[in-house]
């Protein structure tokens, strides 16, 4: 018996709860590997992607942004969501970066998959790691106002450490980044 077939669940029923611009919740019904059924409840996410964009003296432009669910400032790294489901992630990074520190990247590196929230959300988000940096002008979606800031990517491992960075894709994304650039 594969791994799958031992701890899998069916999907036997499914009702749309809410369909909003950005999430979408279904409560469905399950079969259990043993047989019973449980509901789950789970968030469907469009998709999204994030960025380390690192300048040639290690300096990682940051943002501080408003987060309404959690009322409070913090700090980030750029990020958003795809335009639409099957939209090239790679494309969509670079427009996330553009428009929100007005910088370009000479060069990508796909540093793979972060699910936030498997338990109860299917949202992936893809993380890259973008280098050779050029500063240009940024183009802020109408709804976004956030600083940038440039900070040394070795203050911001500390930062995660201690816990002043509270941002779980910022965090696993740094700290990837952070290794990358090390193996240099």
Avoid at 4 to 14: A, D, H, I, W
Avoid at 34 to 57: S, Y
Avoid at 90 to 116: C, H, N, Q, S, V
Avoid at 131 to 148: A, H, M, Q
Wanted: proline share 3%; with cysteine; hydrophobic share 40%.
């Amino acid at each position: 018996m594969t791994e799958r077939e031992s701890l899998g669940e069916k999907r036997l029923e499914s009702e749309c709860v809410f369909d909003g611009i950005i999430l979408h919740v279904e409560k469905d019904r399950v079969g259990l590997p043993n047989g019973n059924e449980a509901v789950r409840e789970v968030i469907r996410h469009i998709g999204a992607v994030c960025i380390v964009p690192v300048t040639d003296d290690g300096m990682v432009v940051m943002e501080r942004q408003f987060r309404y669910p959690i009322d409070r400032v913090i700090s980030e790294i750029p990020a958003g969501k795809l335009d639409f489901k099957d939209e090239d992630r790679l494309e969509a990074a670079k427009r996330e970066l553009r428009e929100e520190t007005g910088y370009t990247a000479g060069k990508w590196t796909d540093m793979g998959i972060y699910y936030p929230a498997a338990a109860y959300s299917d949202e992936r988000i893809t993380m890259y790691l973008a280098t050779e940096l050029s500063k240009g002008e940024r183009k802020l979606d109408f709804d976004e106002f956030l600083n940038v800031e440039l900070i040394p990517i070795d203050k911001l491992v500390d930062d995660i450490m201690a816990g002043r960075i509270t941002d779980g894709k910022t965090q696993v994304a740094i700290l990837k980044a952070a290794k990358i650039l090390k193996r240099g």
